[in-house]
């Protein structure tokens, strides 16, 4: 298994959001399949300790920048960046979450969700897969949320991110995988992270460890394009997507969004 996904996917996989919980994850998963590593993100002493122990555990090669995906020349960073490396696999994990009505958030900092989980997968994917296409084989991966399945007040601009990541990838997966690029969207539920336990009272229903996201959406690469991980995730898209109206999911959304802080 490790041979044929380092043969479909490798050399070298890059993870935009690699430092902690989820991008950290990826990470690993990743370098026990035998795949070298790029890790983005904006703390580099975080990225380096990472780097430190994957070189140490998996006997993998390491290289690490420090990147804020939110700024405009993200295209010329990413090219530059990763000039001379064969990225065979893209990770989009990062994501910008802050809660708050919209009418109570500025709206700079609405951008900046923009920015960094609309712009940033959009141009990641522009960027990198053209070489991939050019060889034949590759894969992407864009983290999505289940909240980008229905309304989600008080998440309202990320949730709206979230169904743009979902389709982007899905019509990625059309457009690509008769030139031999595989895409997939992860639409995971609650994830314990770090980010997450600073803003929640305790695990929602469906809470997965990052470990268990990662490997899952790993392991749907190739039979895209989405999936959700987790049993009790799989069975709240159907109960809210197909079973009731959207007014009872967007209700249902709100009162698990109000115990977030």
């Known amino acids: 298994m490790q041979g ?19 991008g950290e994850a990826f990470a690993r998963g990743l370098a026990a399949r035998g795949l070298h590593l ?3 993100a904006r703390r580099t002493d975080v990225l380096e300790a990472l780097a430190s122990s994957l070189r140490q555990s998996a006997g993998v090669e390491v290289r690490v920048a420090s990147v804020d995906l939110a700024r405009p020349d993200l295209a010329a960073v990413l ?3 990763t000039q001379g490396v064969e990225i065979g696999l893209a990770v989009y994990n990062a994501a910008y979450a802050p809660i708050g009505e919209v009418l109570d958030r500025k709206l700079e900092d609405l951008m900046r969700i923009v920015d960094v989980n609309v712009r940033g997968p959009l141009v990641l994917a522009r960027t990198l897969a053209p070489a991939m296409v050019s060889r034949g084989r590759g894969g992407l991966v864009l983290m999505s949320s289940m909240a980008g399945f229905q309304g989600a007040p008080r998440i309202a601009t990320y ?5 743009f990541t979902t389709v982007l990838a899905e019509s990625l997966w059309s457009e690509l995988a008769p030139r031999g690029v ?7 539920g609650a994830i314990r992270t770090p980010g997450y ?9 469906g809470t997965l460890d990052a470990v268990a996201v990662a490997e899952r959406t790993l392991d749907a690469l190739g039979r895209g394009p989405t999936v959700v991980p987790g049993a009790t ?11 009731i109206s959207r007014r009872a999911a967007i209700a249902i959304m709100a009162r698990s969004t109000k115990e977030l802080t």
């Open 38 to 40: 790029f890790l983005l």
């Open 4 to 22: 044929s996904f380092r043969e479909r996917y490798g050399p070298w996989a890059l993870v935009a959001g690699a430092s902690v919980g989820l």
């Open 159 to 163: 949730a709206a991110t979230k169904a």
């Open 197 to 205: 336990a600073k803003t929640s009272k305790g695990d929602a229903p």
């Open 182 to 188: 595989d895409v997939i969207a992860s639409c995971a």
């Open 79 to 81: 090219e530059e960046t």
């Open 233 to 243: 995730n799989q069975l709240a898209r159907f109960v809210l997507g197909r079973m």
